[in-house]
């Protein structure tokens, strides 16, 4: 007895290759990570903290210099899908190896500002140059308008999925991108 019926599906075909894409670039994110000793997700945390803007709902405290104050660890725990206990299972190590430190937020000095040491900001500049290769030879072959339509439709879908997961949770959801070439 059969149940549902396989049938070819543009739609199908679409998920399916961005679930291989998403395993492709975990794969390829692990291997520069662990030439730092990171996990690919404690170098995104590492990259938010450092105030990448192109993080989703990408919150910013910046001093009367301009230089990120810090990043709470809920707003990290927004950006990127998971609960405040799997963030606080990331950045422990990152505590323990001096990559990045924790202070007051002088708004509530019960929360945590999480900021980047000079080590943090090393590792960071030293992988700089590896992501941006492997982002370049990926995208070679596309026109910077192709790329932000990309950006755009992927941005929706992910405001949608989002959303969907919200319902659900009842978190806010932070998954808008800025259009870059």
Request: glycine share 8%; aromatic share 4%; net charge positive.
């Amino acid at each position: 007895m059969v149940l549902f019926e396989l049938s070819e599906s543009t739609e199908e075909a679409l998920i399916l290759t961005l679930f291989d894409i998403a395993s492709h670039l975990a794969k390829n994110g692990e291997a520069m990570a662990a030439q730092k000793g990171l996990t690919s997700q404690q170098w995104l945390v590492l990259l938010q903290i450092a105030g990448d803007p192109n993080f989703p709902g990408a919150s910013r405290r910046n001093d009367r210099d301009g230089a990120v104050e810090g990043v709470l660890a809920s707003e990290i725990a927004a950006a990127r899908g998971v609960s405040r206990a799997n963030v606080s299972t990331m950045i422990t190590p990152l505590l323990r190896r001096k990559l990045i430190r924790q202070k007051d937020d002088p708004g509530d000095r019960r929360r945590k500002l999480l900021t980047l040491t000079p080590a943090g900001r090393k590792v960071i500049e030293q992988l700089e140059p590896l992501r941006r290769g492997a982002n370049q030879k990926l995208f070679e072959d596309l026109e910077t308008e192709a790329k932000k339509e990309l950006l755009s439709h992927l941005s929706r879908w992910l405001e949608k999925l989002s959303r969907g997961s919200n319902r659900r949770t009842g978190a806010k959801s932070t998954t808008q991108r800025g259009a870059r070439s």
